[in-house]
């Protein structure tokens, strides 16, 4: 299994976003992490499509993986595309049609996949596993950075690694909410596979060391 570290971009300095990104990357990232909300799915307002198309414009060539918490999402969905998205991932709460949605996601270019907040059932799965490339399980409520890692989703990752597992697909499973270098030990051991960390990662003085430290730890969950 391959592990990917995601830095969530809502905890870098916007004042020097381009540079902020390229920092994270040539410290040892794996995806940029763009988190995207509306003021009406979620309680707060944060960036769009030109946000990610100026960052591919700087130079910013890894992928990019988009989290749509907006409502409704597919109007917004080829902009993003077009923008250079690499996943985009949505809630399921946020779409009329979820499979006309994912559809929608892949007829423009991009990865799609779903996204589970705390409360929300895994049965979602059940339909639309044969058509995503991601699950993304929200460790805490949506809407703000910052936020405390909610432990009953360990149980939960544990259980969707099982369904990902039975289907047989190359399906990335990834963790966003509270993710730090003290905690991310027991979310790969849970099943993770792709990490989104923001404040951990952002609000440290040495984005390297982070990234280097949560690596091993994840390497002590696979032994």
Not at 18 to 37: K, N, P, R, T, W
Not at 73 to 83: C, G, W
Not at 165 to 174: A, H, K, N, P, V
Request: charged residues 20%; hydrophobic residues 45%.
């Amino acid at each position: 299994m391959t592990y990917r570290i995601a830095p969530s971009i809502l905890s870098a300095n916007f004042a020097k976003l381009g540079e902020e990104v390229q920092s994270v990357i040539a410290a040892g990232a794996d995806l940029v992490h763009f988190d995207v909300m509306d003021n009406h799915y979620v309680p707060n307002l944060t960036i769009g499509p030109l946000i990610c198309e100026a960052l591919r414009r700087s130079g910013i060539t890894a992928p990019i993986d988009v989290h749509l918490m907006v409502k409704p999402v597919d109007r917004i969905v080829p902009d993003f595309a077009k923008a250079g998205a690499t996943w985009i991932t949505f809630h399921p709460e946020a779409s009329e049609h979820v499979d006309r949605t994912i559809g929608l996601i892949r007829e423009h270019g991009c990865r799609p996949g779903l996204v589970l907040n705390p409360a929300t059932p895994v049965n979602w799965l059940d339909h639309v596993l044969d058509k995503i490339d991601m699950v993304l399980l929200m460790s805490v409520n949506p809407g703000f950075g910052g936020q405390s890692f909610i432990p009953s989703a360990l149980p939960k990752i544990a259980q969707v690694r099982a369904m990902i597992d039975r289907s047989g697909r190359e399906i990335r499973l990834e963790v966003d909410g509270g993710v730090k270098v003290d905690n991310i030990e027991a979310v790969a051991a849970a099943g993770a596979d792709t990490f989104v960390a923001g404040s951990a990662i952002f609000g440290a003085q040495d984005y390297r060391a982070t990234i280097a430290a949560m690596r091993e730890k994840i390497a002590q969950a696979r032994r």
